[in-house]
Nanobody, 125 residues
Framework: QVQLVESGGGLVQAGGSLRLSCAAS????????MGWFRQAPGKEREFVAA????????YYLASVKGRFTISRDNTKNTVYLHMNSLKPEDTAVYYC??????????????????WGQGTQVTVSS
């Protein structure tokens, strides 16, 4: 288990950018795959992006591909979500999650065992 703390959310106009950060505790951060999920009001939480332990492989929700970039710095125990060309439909609480090494779908919520508290992103039109 790792403890995760997100930051960087806020209010931004459509077309703007934000960078979310997720700081992790523990010495084994570099062994975890990391993901970002989001939950909009009245909707189920959904996968947004994921990155494997090395940062070599990344995965994205189709609607954010080309606009969002997930990255990680294992020396700082931090994963980032760079969000560009934001749209009102990106408004949600964004959650960072950690996934222990192992088989399974890296985009599946139930394969992630540790979660942050979430950070609100609001995109105005």
């Amino acid at each position: 288990q790792v403890q995760l703390v997100e930051s960087g959310g806020g209010l931004v106009q459509a077309g703007g950018s934000l960078r979310l950060s997720c700081a992790a505790s523990g010495r084994t951060f570099s062994t975890y795959a990391m993901g970002w999920f989001r939950q909009a009001p009245g909707k189920e939480r959904e996968f947004v992006a994921a990155i494997n332990w090395s940062g070599y492989n990344t995965y994205y929700l189709a609607s954010v591909k080309g606009r969002f970039t997930i990255s990680r710095d294992n020396t700082k125990n931090t994963v980032y979500l760079h969000m560009n060309s934001l749209k009102p439909e990106d408004t949600a609480v964004y959650y960072c999650a950690a996934r222990s090494p192992g088989p399974g779908d890296i985009t599946a919520e139930d394969t992630f065992g540790s979660w942050g508290q979430g950070t609100q992103v609001t995109v105005s039109s």
